[in-house]
């Protein structure tokens, strides 16, 4: 509720508004609306005349999606019932499932026991145009995280030589004792599984702390009249975190692979003399 209350329990001719359909209707708390309703499922005439019935707006909500914000308005439940000439009918029922995933198989066989007039839509049915749209925003996600993986292995790879680089002289003096070609690429593997775990831990971290902060605090805001939502949101998965990381810390292994390979084929009398 951005304003007013949800007094419509006690108030038979209390309404509340969505946020985007009381701006549209140029109306504030206390102001008076008219609904008008067909009398007899017909249409209007001089011998069939609509219900008509005014009421006062009490509150008004914001869901966060400005596609129901700008259709839905709620009344006193037995006041709707007159008003609609419903009386003790049932208009439809709302079914939740445990498992989402069963959804359109549970549509399907609803719809088949289900003869005509009877319906049966799920929430995508009802919200197709929602869905349509985050399936397109999430198209270019694996081409965006393909090119951050991309930019961090070279990232991993060239802290790697340049650390080779500076590490030439101190190879060359481990060879010369005694350290064999494998002991060199286990070093620089180690370091580069060191450097991707930090940053890993860090991206985590800052990861979590930013996503907290944007489901808390709605930082990041949007036009509800483009994206049908007032703010970005964010669903925090820990089990993504951990898939993630471990892909993460796998490439970086391999990526730590070619400069190890270089420093361990480096020659002893040639390291001590690098300068």
Do not use: C
């Amino acid at each position: 509720m951005v304003e007013g209350n949800l007094n419509i329990s006690q108030d038979k001719y209390n309404i509340i508004l969505g946020k985007k359909l009381a701006a549209k209707l140029k109306v504030e708390i206390n102001d008076l609306v008219s609904i008008i309703a067909l009398n007899n499922d017909e249409s209007p005439s001089v011998t069939n005349l609509p219900l008509i019935e005014q009421f006062k707006v009490s509150g008004v909500y914001e869901s966060g999606m400005a596609e129901y914000d700008d259709i839905f308005a709620y009344i006193n439940f037995s006041t709707a019932k007159n008003l609609f000439e419903i009386n003790d009918q049932v208009t439809g029922y709302n079914i939740n499932l445990k498992n989402i995933s069963e959804i359109d198989s549970t549509k399907n066989l609803l719809q088949d026991l289900l003869p005509y007039p009877y319906y049966v839509r799920s929430y995508r049915d009802i919200n197709k145009h929602i869905f349509t749209w985050l399936e397109l925003q999430q198209k270019p996600i694996p081409i965006v995280l393909g090119l951050i993986i991309i930019v961090a292995v070279f990232n991993i790879v060239g802290a790697l030589l340049m650390l080779i680089i500076q590490k030439t002289e101190a190879i060359g003096v481990l060879k010369s004792l005694g350290a064999t070609g494998k002991q060199i690429v286990l070093i620089f593997v180690f370091q580069g599984l060191f450097l991707a775990g930090v940053g890993i831990l860090l991206g985590n971290m800052f990861a979590f702390i930013l996503s907290w902060l944007q489901n808390t605090y709605k930082i990041i805001s949007l036009p509800e009249q483009i994206y049908y939502l007032s703010a970005v949101p964010i669903f925090i998965d820990l089990r993504m975190y951990v898939l993630i990381s471990a892909v993460g810390l796998a490439l970086a292994f391999f990526a730590a692979l070619i400069p190890s390979y270089i420093a361990s084929r480096i020659q002893p009398i040639t390291a001590i003399k690098f300068n």
